[in-house]
């Protein structure tokens, strides 16, 4: 076989040798998790070998420690057969034109060669198998993983040697090279995957919008999400069975609380159901279907708030105070519209949480949380001094608001205007966003306190 013919494939094994490596260490690395785990559950064989490897940080080690050895055992290798082989060949045809001696005639041909084997390298071995693992990391990862696996074997005692130096130095300089061992994603990161997925077409903005209300979930507590005092419905324990059959149809209630003496005595509540029974039976007395109601302090975050609710197997749950005193109830339709937004029958006939007027205005419900509004609309309302929208505009004002009355907060500020009070509660805000973009009503997921 000519020289030259050899030269070139010898070239072009080294430079496959270093792309391997290359797109193996980043394939594998880049490599989900999930969706590896998805794939052996199929039956895909080289993802059942793959996948304990990315699950285990001292295996992934090893793996891409054999890949470093491979990547740095090629380009040694390229470079010494360069120097030694393609310079010696390129030399006699650089000294034909005469011009140098026979030192400074190789010391070009070795700089020549090293400048364009460097540019191969560069270019095939490491930019464009880098650029095809990190587009492609599941593909990738599980092509390469056979002669990885080899690799392992061949480098074995290098790769021992050279891990048990590098983690020798470590221990010098006291640095835990376990830090850091597990590889996960916090809720914040979640959100922006979920949000890159929304833009890149994966996920359509209703999907997002679940999403994202599951992940704010822990930011909540009962308080934000409880039905206050003010719009609880309830009865003393001493009415009559037909009474409070009333209340519950009046309201469309299935369950209503009951107190003894006053609202923050409340001693637990009676079903609709039971109170037919009773009122079929001819019987005026409900107190032998009061069932025990859960009791919560406002500050029980919201998970935990579904936890107990769930393992007591109740719907509702009293909300107390530090002091004791009544200030709402919660019930499991409050828990899930943080996530599905407002849940409406045939009987419901709420207003729309945001609409918007002919000058662009957007009306919006008063009892909104402050965190939903900067979230959906892109402000930067204050959020520690209200729970709630109205209630914000309230603590801004400093008394009771009439509709009309306009404060300015946020940064950037944001003019809010009081449309409606009701029983000493603000129940409509409207407001002109910065940027003056009116959003898609239609995919609000927002909550109501």
Known sequence: MPLW?????????????????????????????????????SGNRLAKMLLPVVEDKNALDHYVAACQVGITLSSLVLGAYGQNVIAVALAPLLAGWGFWGDMVTFSVATTIVL???TTLQVMLGELLPKSIAIQNPERLALLTVMPLRWSQLLFRPLIWLLNGSGNLILRVFNI?????????????????????????????????????NAL??????????MIPRTRLIAAPISQRVDDLLRLATDHGKTRIPVYETNIDNIIGFVHIKDLFRLHLAGEPDPQAVV??????????????????????????????????????????????????????????????????????????????????VNDYLDLK?????????????????????????????????????????????????????????????????????
């Open 115 to 117: 400048i364009i084997l």
């Open 216 to 225: 704010h979930l822990r930011q909540l507590i009962a308080r934000q999400v």
């Open 176 to 212: 835990d090279f376990h830090e850091g061992e597990e590889s996960v994603h916090s809720p914040e990161e979640i959100e922006l995957l979920v949000s890159e997925s929304h833009e890149g077409g994966v996920l359509d903005a209703q999907e997002r919008q679940l999403l994202r």
């Open 5 to 41: 013919i050899t030269m070139i494939v010898a070239v072009i094994l080294m430079i496959a040798a270093n792309a391997l490596y290359v797109a193996a260490e980043f394939a594998t690395v880049s490599a989900r998790k999930s969706r590896l785990n998805q794939m052996a559950v």
């Open 291 to 372: 069932r025990p109601v859960e009791q919560i302090p406002e500050t029980l975050p919201i998970l935990q708030v579904w936890d107990r609710l769930n393992r007591q197997h109740q719907y509702l749950a009293i909300v107390f105070d530090e002091y004791g005193g009544t200030v709402g109830v919660i019930t499991f339709e409050d828990l899930i519209e943080e996530i599905f937004g407002e849940v409406q029958d045939e009987f419901d006939v709420e207003a729309p949480l945001m609409t918007a007027d002919d000058t662009g205005r957007l009306h919006l419900r008063g009892e909104l949380l402050v965190t939903d």
């Open 381 to 449: 309302l204050p959020e520690d001094r209200a729970d709630t929208l109205g209630g914000l505009v309230f603590n801004a004002v400093g008394h009771l608001p009439e509709p009309g009355v306009e404060v300015t907060l946020g940064t950037p500020e944001v003019s809010l205007r009081v449309e409606a009070v009701e029983h000493h509660q603000v129940t409509e805000v409207s407001l002109l966003r910065p940027d003056g973009e009116l959003p898609h009503v239609e995919e609000w997921g927002a909550r109501r306190a």
